[in-house]
């Protein structure tokens, strides 16, 4: 059984900046490219990163330059720091699978508000 457990969400004001976390047991997790989702009130769930097993990445263009994804693989997580947040960033985020998703977590709320 695969189990993806998101932290590190919480409320900042615009500009600020937020680290989330992610661990992955039950998986093979070396070898596989493992993203950030998030979805929005009223949106579909979208793709935010992704990072692969030779610790390449890449962004969605709305976040390019202000998100970073990170991994280690020794403990089994990901990491997404967040920084210069827009109000538009405010979404409950999400890690799994790039590719062959398994089921998903319950996300941890990141809200961007003044």
């Known amino acids: 059984q695969v189990q993806l457990v998101e932290s590190g969400g919480g409320l900042v004001q615009p500009g600020g900046s937020l680290r989330l976390s992610c661990a992955a047991s039950g998986s093979i997790f070396v070898s596989s490219t493992m993203a950030w989702y998030r979805q929005a009130p009223g949106k579909e769930r979208e793709l935010v990163a992704s990072i692969n097993s030779s610790r390449g990445t890449s962004y969605a263009d709305s976040v390019k330059g202000r998100f970073t994804i990170s991994r280690d693989n020794a403990k089994n997580m990901v990491y997404l720091q967040m920084n210069s947040l827009k109000p538009e960033d405010t979404a409950v985020y999400y890690c799994?699978?790039?590719?062959?998703?398994?089921?998903w977590g319950q996300g941890t709320q990141v809200t961007v508000s003044s």
């Open positions: 799994n699978r790039r590719f062959g998703v398994a089921s």
